[in-house]
Nanobody, 114 residues
């Protein structure tokens, strides 16, 4: 059974940076289209960034120019480099396929606070 394990979140001041990681374990699937999502309290999952195995990334308008998604298929891992973090980026971040087809992992909490 496929499991998604996210890590790298934490507390950061506005303007700060974090790098999130996600590893796919179990199963024999090879993710073609991977993505990062986030969920703020009381809200649904929001697509943050997506990346095909051979293609250009795409980003939500709110994070363009600040976030960068990347992947390492050999390690079955996906990354999200986040810079110039804003209060509105506070959320739990998850990775999944696009559209999401796996059970959500535990996510990693990102809190932007002064």
């Amino acid at each position: 059974q496929v499991q998604l394990v996210e890590s790298g979140g934490g507390f950061v001041q506005p303007g700060g940076s974090l790098r999130l990681s996600c590893t796919l374990s179990g199963g024999g699937d090879r993710l073609v289209h991977v993505a990062w999502y986030r969920q703020a309290p009381g809200k649904q999952h929001e697509l943050v960034a997506g990346l095909l195995s051979r293609g250009l990334p795409d980003y939500a308008d709110s994070v363009k120019g600040r976030f960068t998604i990347s992947r390492d298929d050999a390690k079955r891992s996906v990354y999200l480099q986040m810079t110039s973090l804003e209060f509105e980026d506070t959320a739990t971040y998850y990775c999944n396929s696009r559209p999401p087809s796996y059970t959500w992992g535990q996510g990693t909490q990102v809190t932007v606070s002064s």
